[in-house]
T-cell receptor
Framework: GESVGLHLPTLSVQEGDNSIINCAYS??????FIWYKQESGKGPQFIID?????DKRQGQRVTVLLNKTVKHLSLQIAATQPGDSAVYFC??????????FGTGTRLLVSP | DVKVTQSSRYLVKRTGEKVFLECVQD?????MFWYRQDPGLGLRLIYF???????EKGDIPEGYSVSREKKERFSLILESASTNQTSMYLC??????????FGDGTRLSIL
């Protein structure tokens, strides 16, 4: 498969564990944040988003937490499955329609 | 489901050639984006467009141009390809203020 990042931080978990992927963002003016999942050979796929007036948002098996004080974003995946193995990107929106992406974290889930 | 289609999955061109990468979306989205993705650098925005015939420079526009003559189509042009433009190119589209949806990418090699 194609490599989307040779020097990525990697999180290794066991199937069934909860995973937490962290992201630091840079612009205190960013008003919107988003998490994407990218599997090998595919484009990034939207997972969940959150606006700056919230500090938590939940989806199906995923939760995003936003701490504006320390400019930190996290993605929590409950009961991680092998199909969750991918590279995860956070992104912030500092201005009109533009997103600025982090460099990504590789999640490896072992059975 | 949103469909963002990039015309080629793999492309090999020679230094100095003019290269066209095509992207089509079928959801009547106002915004379209071109990114490049390189190991360890994440996704970097080259150009985006928020309406037909409108374009805005992203973070790394040098050596590239774009064309948006129709709402559904956004073309990325490498005026004179160079080896440092070897990369994975990703196209995305979105309605205003909504998450971006990505195509599966074009892996471009410049020899």
């Amino acid at each position: 498969g194609e490599s989307v990042g040779l020097h990525l931080p990697t999180l290794s978990v066991q199937e069934g564990d909860n995973s937490i992927i962290n992201c630091a963002y840079s612009n205190s003016a960013s008003d919107y944040f988003i998490w994407y999942k990218q599997e090998s050979g595919k484009g990034p796929q939207f997972i969940i988003d959150i606006r700056s007036n919230m500090d938590k948002r939940q989806g199906q098996r995923v939760t995003v937490l936003l701490n504006k004080t320390v400019k930190h974003l996290s993605l929590q995946i409950a009961a991680t499955q092998p199909g969750d193995s991918a590279v995860y990107f956070c992104a912030e929106r500092p201005g009109f329609q533009k997103l600025v992406f982090g460099t990504g974290t590789r999640l490896l889930v072992s059975p | 489901d949103v469909k963002v289609t990039q015309s080629s999955r793999y492309l090999v061109k020679r230094t100095g050639e003019k290269v066209f990468l095509e992207c089509v979306q079928d959801m009547d989205h106002e915004n379209m984006f071109w990114y490049r993705q390189d190991p360890g650098l994440g996704l970097r925005l080259i150009y985006f467009s928020y309406d037909v015939k409108m374009k805005e420079k992203g973070d790394i526009p040098e050596g590239y141009s774009v064309s948006r003559e129709k709402k559904e189509r956004f073309s990325l042009i490498l005026e004179s390809a160079s080896t440092n433009q070897t990369s994975m190119y990703l196209c995305a589209s979105s309605p205003h203020g909504q998450p971006q949806h990505f195509g599966d990418g074009t892996r471009l090699s410049i020899l």
